[in-house]
């Protein structure tokens, strides 16, 4: 039912009264006459018409099926009949329609047949509008489940310790630190020298848990330290290099590395043996500093702070080291798990939530059980649609 369109005890009130009467008016035509209101009628018809409308018969094979089907409808009918389940009068137009439709006079068996339209739309009525009253009582019923399930959803929602737009505020604060944290580790990247960088990632990595990829099994970075940490004038053009700048080297060719860096084979067995590793920090680069607001406080208290003296390192490149100090007292001083617990709460539960912190939530359950209560001492007032529908 679309919002707004919900039932109300005095549309129901008033709706299930009309029907009720309009039902007893309906079942005072036809309640006395057996099989109609329950159906039986309509499936002997509906076996009739289909036998005349499949009456088109070409062999003597088809008219022997037809003559067994006859035969068959007219055995039922007369066991209904022996069983009282239809009334006399409905027996004798139905045999005569069979009686028809036997010595292939299918006009004269349609026609017995429509003698019938009357009674059986007078029947179909009485179930349309005991349809409409059990549409129109269940939803009732379903209108005060969903109030009650509602209500108890409502009622454990607890009131958030900070605001919306504290929480939002919030939200927004984490992802300004990530979004320059980041801009920071990539500049760092793209700008610093390896014989600077590498040895600042690597340490990053084995410690400290900033989220700076660690060598995985089978990567070495030893001899690439070892050939930065090289003075001599040959490799200082190779130490310039930043690190894109030495993941582009595994694609220069022999000739060239030994032309501008002196050994080919040195600068590539170097680049292979870290190059696992390398290539997870270029994969990692735009994850490896960043938080989420929804993380454990206990292991932010301890990442954070890492984070933020990695950015020192890097350098005065932008503001991240600031706002990541910003969080780091937030989290110090409980700020942090608050606005947290309250941005997920805003997050969950949506509205509801934000009316909970302005003390409106209270009134709507409580026009919630009213309206439950009110459905539910209208809803006794009525009879059970099964019922209503037995008589």
């Known amino acids: 039912m679309p919002p707004g369109d919900e039932p109300t005890a005095e549309s129901f009130e008033s709706e299930a009264a009309e029907l009720l009467e309009s039902i007893g008016r309906a079942r005072k035509k036809v309640e006395g006459i057996a099989g109609v209101l329950d159906g039986t009628l309509d499936r002997y018809r509906e076996r009739i018409d289909r036998l005349i409308r499949e009456s088109e018969v070409d062999n003597w094979r088809q008219v022997r099926i037809f003559t067994r089907d006859v035969e068959t409808i007219a055995a039922d009918l007369g066991k209904a ?19 028809k439709a036997r010595r292939r006079d299918f006009y004269g068996a349609r026609k017995a047949w429509r003698r019938l339209d009357r009674i059986a ?10 349809g409409r009253y059990r549409e129109a009582y269940r939803s009732i019923e379903s ?3 969903q109030l009650r399930t509602q209500v108890e959803r409502l009622e454990k929602i607890p009131k958030p310790p900070t605001s919306p737009e504290a929480a939002r505020a919030f939200n927004e604060s984490v992802d300004r630190f990530n979004e320059a944290s980041t801009a920071a580790y990539l500049d760092f990247l793209s700008r610093a020298r390896a014989d600077l960088a590498i040895p600042l990632l690597l340490d990053a990595g084995q410690g400290g848990g900033i989220g700076v990829p660690a060598p995985p099994p089978g990567s070495d970075p030893d001899p690439l330290m070892r050939l930065l940490s090289n003075a ?6 190779f130490r310039g290099r930043t690190f894109y700048g030495l993941l582009e080297l595994p694609g220069y060719s022999d000739a060239k590395l ?9 600068i590539r067995g170097a680049l292979d043996e870290a190059w696992s590793w390398l290539k997870a920090i270029r994969e990692d680069e735009r994850r490896s500093l960043q938080i989420q ?7 932010l208290r301890r990442r954070v702070p890492s984070v933020v003296a990695f950015l020192e390192r890097l350098g005065k ?4 080291a600031d706002r990541g100090r910003e969080l780091v007292a937030s989290l110090n001083d409980g700020r942090f798990e608050s606005l947290q617990t309250a941005a997920r709460l805003y997050a969950t539960h949506g509205e509801a939530a934000e009316r909970k912190w302005r003390g ?26 099964a019922k209503v529908e037995s008589g």
């Open 258 to 266: 030994t032309h501008i860096y002196g050994d080919s084979r040195l």
């Open 232 to 237: 001599s004038p040959q490799v200082d053009t």
């Open 81 to 99: 009949s022996k069983e009282k389940r239809l009334s006399p009068r409905l027996v004798a137009w139905l045999d005569a329609a069979l009686r």
């Open 360 to 385: 409106a939530l209270e009134k709507d359950i409580d026009g919630m059980r009213k309206e439950a209560a009110e459905l539910s001492a209208v809803l006794k007032k009525f009879t059970d649609p």
């Open 317 to 320: 490149m932008n503001d991240a």
């Open 143 to 145: 209108r005060i489940r």
């Open 293 to 299: 607001w929804s993380e454990d406080a206990l292991m």
């Open 121 to 130: 739309e007078q029947g179909a009525e009485v179930r349309r509008l005991q």
